[in-house]
Every structure is written in C-alpha cells, then in structure tokens.
C-alpha cells in the first residue's frame, strides 16, 4: 500500500503545479482526469468484482443534473448537488443491483444499458424539471472563498481532487476485507459462497459505492460543460468510453484507470489535431490493437510480467 500512496502523493504534486506550468492547456487534462476518475469507480464494479456495466453514464448525468438542476431551480450550492446526487445514485444501484444481479453473463451488461436509455427518455420527456431535450443552462455558481467555480483553473483542481479521491479509495479498499471479497466473487461466486462470503451483497456494495463516486464527477463535469443536454450526457458512447478506458489500462488494478485515461484522452486529442477526419479511424485501430495484443490492459500486463520475472529469479537462486 505504501507505494500506491507515494504514487497518489507523486500524482497530486504534480498535479497542483500542472496549472502554474501549462496555464492554457487545461481542459483535456480535466478530462483526463474526470474519466481516471470514472473509470477507477467503473472498475471497483467491473475490475475488482467482475460485473461488466455499459450504463454508467446514467450516474454521470445524474450528477450534472443534480448540480445543474439543484442551483438554477433551488439555489443549492453544486456541493450539495453532489452530495444528493452521490446519495440517490447509491440508492438508484441498490435498487438496480437488486433487480438485475441474479443475471450474469452478457445479460447484466445489457440490462445497464436499458437502465440508462430509462434515465434518458425520463430527462427528455421531464420537461418542466430537467429542460426537455434542449436540456439546462447553468448560468450562475456562488463563488466559496472569491474562487470562481467557472474558471478552468478551479475545475481542475476539482476534477483532480476527484480522481485523487477515488484512487484513495481503491487503495484502502484493495488492502480490506471488501476488496478480498470483491476478487473472491469475481474469481468464483460458488466458491465465495462455500467461504461465507454473500456474493449478491458483495456485489451490491460494490455498484453503491461505484454509482456514488461516479456522480460526484458528473457534478464537477456538468460545471465544466455548464450547459446539461441529455442526449449527450446519458449516452451509450460515454458509457462505452468510461468502460474501454479501465479495459485498456488494465481491469482490477489501482493505477490502470488513470493511466487508461491518461492514453485514450491524450490519443484521442493527439489524433483529432493531427489526422483531422481520420482520427476516429486510427482511434478505433490503437483500441483494436491493445484488446489484442495486451488483453490484460496496459498495467495488467506490466504487472503480469513482473510478477514473471519474480519467479524466474527465485526459480535460478
């Protein structure tokens, strides 16, 4: 654990001078670093416990339109936007797991993504709360200590605040008797079962906690866009991005997410300046070819590579 907090400690130093250093390049590393965060809470569900889910950009809208709705209708504060929409998205995944764990397979996957096109059509057809298809204008924030939440130098250090947060998280959970339950289960539900473990309550915790971090960040981006529409926030691609960026950079471990951020929105942005109209293209090939050829993930595999070479060098001492 020590040196995923040194990682953690290295991240936010680095982190905190980003601005001072790279003042005009801001918003891709905010995206960067709201989706480290998505994916990371994509990846206690789907990583460390097994459950594939393609619907998490439900939780992302309703975050954003918890802080978007909450400050131009009631005049609450984004802060508590989030803490409202972290509290209904952990009720929402009870509630959700309850219906839909007895699935398994391919089954549970597509059950999330009804689930999300449900959320979808409600915001749609929601008029009188949520703005209908034209979606919500968020016009005005209060300003904590003169900071101006519009800024993108504030949304940064929010997004990074958030993605720090979630990886803490993980790493506490990893070393607990949860995160061991999450692996047991993911590993083999009837052999957690003979070990004493529930697996549906396991599980269930999991998608709580899950549904709740990623809501957070949907608050922070809904600031960011300040400008809510839900055929774009609730939409099956954000779901499937969130998804590829834990897959990419390696399911079940701590540091795959962020760094599956760190190469799916720095290629993606790389690609979009440089191949114009082809950058979808050469997108989709760079996916291809790290689901081929590395299907562990990026970090996966460096791990299962240095844990091959452990054993070698016991094998010859």
Known sequence: ??????GLGVLLAV???YPVIFPNNLTVAISVLLFAGWATSWDLLGGWNGQVSLGHASFVGLGAYFVAIGQSQFGLAPWWGMAM???FAAVLGYFWGRLTFSLRGPYFSLSTIAVAEILRLVAINEEWLTGGATGVFLATLPEPFGIDLFSRTAQFYMALAFAAG?????IVISRARFGYQ?????????????AGIDPTATKLKAFMLSAALT???GGIYGIVLAFIEPHVIFALLLSVQIALTAII????TIWGPAVGAFVMIGAGETFRTTFAEANMLIYGMLILVVVLFVPRGIVGELARRHIRRLYAKRAQG
């Open 249 to 252: 950079g390696g399911r079940g």
């Open 85 to 87: 929409a972290a509290a």
């Open 182 to 194: 999450l692996r047991a289960v993911r590993e083999d539900e009837d052999s957690a079962m003979a």
């Open 1 to 6: 654990m020590t040196k995923h907090l040194i």
């Open 215 to 217: 809501s957070i960040g």
């Open 15 to 17: 982190g905190i001078a």
């Open 166 to 170: 979630v990886i803490a998280t993980i």
